[in-house]
């Protein structure tokens, strides 16, 4: 008896190189996945660690993945509890020989190996390019992103296509999903590998949309973002990065086609990075021995989380995440950046938040691009600014995004809404005065 074991970063059938390995052999197979309860629990800080629309999110992921993988006569077995406890009990109760499962540093693989007598199996997962192929040990890959893209000329493994054994199993006492309570949240992307795909489809074939991702690569109402089907794994980054290669041969390739891909090698390189640093990646003071003195002020972050920091652009963002669980990239690094730079605040606080609300935030990335923009993701690191003021003129000169998400500000002029000074008459308090230039505005070139 096997166990293939789905986690929440592969929620899907194509390029699933444990499923597919799986399979390839003549034992009996148990499918399963395993909610964890501890995602329910809350950080050191007082931050729930998953939040209502990743949940919904996930559901409808395992709900598409459940009937894709009836269509090819295998069953998913689903539990709810902590999930090493569980596989311990299977795998004892089963007599399981190998577990088939994608490599993460999450769980504690040391648990089940000391209880069991199991083999695991783990495959490398969710990068265009494989680990095992970068031109260098994981311990010497360079600081810098401009760096490593130097170094990426290599080929991309093949995409893995699942064909099933028909030896899969049932067990007796799996759940069904609507057996789970989780908190009613209404999202505005479906999740799920299938509309994953429509949605990849639809941005490339049907609008050639990624034509102009040049331009609107930084637009904050990003339509086109693949990044929650891609964090969820129910579309994996080695088939993202063949559907550019087919469109660049099969229709055109220009500045944005090549801008995509490098945007995917920016994850990538962030997911070998979590590698290579390790606990760092969650530490205050990141890979340096750096020493901030990081402000208490909890009413400021309440503020920051609420979207009630009287600076427009800032607002609005933050009541896109607090009602969509979605925000742009953009506008992620200007809300990072607000604050860390402007309310002189932990950065972890921010990637926790994010973690539990964001549907696109894979771990490594969001704890990533905030260890960069407080200047400690390598020795010589800086910290990134992004003047909220400047942003504003740039991305919104018509306030069109601001309205939308603060509504009752439709009426104020454009130039209070970029630039509120003083503040807005009968609108929340500024927590902090910004001017137009008040620091250098460090834009890096790819991100």
Known sequence: MDIVWFKISDLRIRDHEPLFTANQADNSIIHIFIWDCRWDDKTENDILIMGKYKKNFLKESLYNLSENLK????HLNLYFGKTEDILINIINKHNVKNIYTHQDNVYDMNKLTENTSVKIESFWNNTMYH?????????ELPDSFTD???NMTFNVKKEFFTKSNNKSIKLDNSIKLNDIDIPEATIIIKGGEDAGWE???SFFYKTNNILKYNHERHNLTNTWDLSPWLDFGCLSAKSIFYQIKMYEKSKQKNNSTYLYWLD???KDYYKFKSIKIGNDLFKQNGVTNKIYNY???KGSLQKWIDGQTGIPLIDAFMNQIKNTGLISNKGRLIVSSFLINDLNLDWTLGAEYFNKMLINSETSYNYGIMQYIAGLGSLTDNHIYFNPIKQAKILDKNCDYIKHWIPELKDISINDLVD???GIVNYHDILVKI???NKINIIPKNI
């Open 71 to 74: 269509k090819i006569n295998i």
């Open 131 to 139: 680990i095992n192929d970068l031109p260098f040990p994981i311990k």
């Open 148 to 150: 490593f893209k130097k």
């Open 199 to 201: 949605q990849l489809k």
């Open 264 to 266: 995917m090698l920016l």
């Open 295 to 297: 402000s208490n002020n």
């Open 420 to 422: 509120p000074k003083d």
């Open 435 to 437: 001017n137009f230039i």
